[in-house]
């Protein structure tokens, strides 16, 4: 398995452009999710999938939007892209066990210079 | 899901116990404790998860008090690759598919 992945590992972006940030699992895994990290700070959740064609937003959605047409895919837009959303971007994917207990399982992350 | 408090940072030296803890005084009856850590510019990684009782992995070991209200991971022979920040999160049981909410951790430096 390769868990998680994310591409690209580098990008930088003018204001104003628009990208996507790619994140696929092959676990088989329900859950899916995108977190920001700041330098300094803890992660902050953007958007969350709980399954193909369902998502919701966590707590800094703005600027970002998201879709989940397969299980495996989840990927991350940019709308148009400010200085403020200089970050290092990661995904993760979850399942919940038979006592509804959750693992994450987070991938290498995407960094990401908005000038 | 309730709040957690850790200390900003600490050191251990490499081959003793690390004991990182993690104060969550608000903590409901069907919350778990959570343990992740971040290594330098990579994802963070599950460590390990309990409800009251203590448990233990190939990891760690976490020792959650009777009441619940704090929490200790232990890492029984500290290396220089533990060196990495310690998250401690709580997580409702009830809440399905809500993603983990992630406070400032805990930075361990392990040294030689």
């Known amino acids: 398995n390769a868990g998680v992945t994310q591409t690209p590992k580098f990008q930088v972006l003018k204001t104003g452009q628009s990208m996507t940030l790619q994140c696929a699992q092959d676990m088989n895994h329900e859950y899916m999710s995108w977190y920001r990290q700041d330098p300094g700070m803890g992660l902050r959740l953007i958007h969350y999938s709980v399954g193909a064609g369902i998502t919701d937003q966590g707590e800094v959605p703005n600027g970002y939007n998201v879709s989940r047409s397969t299980t495996e895919d989840f990927p991350l837009r940019l709308l148009s892209a400010a200085p403020s959303q200089t970050s290092v971007y990661f995904c993760?994917?979850?399942?919940?066990?038979?006592?509804?207990?959750?693992?994450?399982?987070f991938g290498p992350g995407t960094r990401l210079l908005v000038l | 899901d309730a709040k957690t408090t850790q200390p900003p940072s600490m050191d251990c030296a490499e081959g003793r116990a690390a004991n990182l803890p993690c104060n969550h005084s608000?903590?409901?009856?069907?919350?778990?404790v959570y343990w992740y850590r971040q290594i330098h510019s990579q994802g963070p990684q599950y460590i390990i998860h309990?409800?009251?009782n203590n448990e233990t992995n190939e990891m760690a070991s976490l020792i959650i008090t009777e009441d619940r209200k704090s929490s200790t991971l232990i890492l029984p022979h500290a290396t220089l690759r533990d060196t990495a920040v310690y998250y401690c999160i709580v997580r409702s049981l009830y809440n399905a598919g809500n993603m983990l909410t992630f406070g400032g951790g805990t930075r361990l430096m392990v040294k030689p």
């Open positions: 309990g409800l009251k």
């Open positions: 993760a994917s979850s399942y919940q066990d038979r006592r509804r207990q959750e693992t994450q399982y």
């Open positions: 608000t903590i409901s009856g069907n919350e778990y």
